[in-house]
């Protein structure tokens, strides 16, 4: 599909400044196709820009001017954050950020579940679950602080929070999160041989 397109662009005569949101694809491959004078920006952006709250991180291949890279990071700036990266880092940005909703998403119908079969109603705790979410990431971004400490102020001791945090450890919440990332990392590696 990508090989389709980079055809088209390079057909056209023209030398546009090429932005690729493409899992995995090289700039390498994308130079490949449109030839090697091309301006490419390699983008891994996430579906949370739909609401302005895009987390995203970018790449400029060698032909690009600093004016090139600060037009993609203006755009990008205007949906949410996007962080500038070496383009071996966005292996790693797919599999967090990139692919990172989906998980999330995961966790708040899980927390919701939860919710439901303690007896709560639906609508209820999938609001519950999810201003709880949005509510725990606002505060990471806000205070600055580790997230692990953030979380000892919420555990009381004794009390219910780490009761739950136990549960959480037992099920290994922790490990299965970071091998989801290095799955879906080693994921895009494999999309960038294809
Ligand atoms: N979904 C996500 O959250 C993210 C996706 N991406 C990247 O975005 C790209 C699309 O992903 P996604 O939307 O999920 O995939 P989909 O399969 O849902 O959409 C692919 C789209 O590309 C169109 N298409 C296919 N071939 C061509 C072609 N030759 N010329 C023009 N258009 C074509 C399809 O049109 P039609 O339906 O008519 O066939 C379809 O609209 C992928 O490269 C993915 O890695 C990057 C970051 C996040
Ligand atoms: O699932 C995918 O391959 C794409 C890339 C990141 C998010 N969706």
New binding site residues.
Partial sequence: ??E??CADIKGSGTNPLVVS?????TIESLEGWLGSSARVVRV????PCLVGELAAAYAPNAACSAADAATVSSLLGALGTAFKVKEADLDAV?GLS??G?AYVFQFIEALSDGGVRAGLTRPIATALAAKTVRGAATMVLQTGKHPGELKDQVTSPGGTTITGVHALEQGGMRAAVMNAVLAATARSRELGKK
Wanted: proline share 12%; charged share 5%; no cysteine.
């Fill in positions: 599909m990508v389709d397109v949101i493409a899992a995995g694809v891994m952006p996430n579906t797919t990139g692919s909703p």
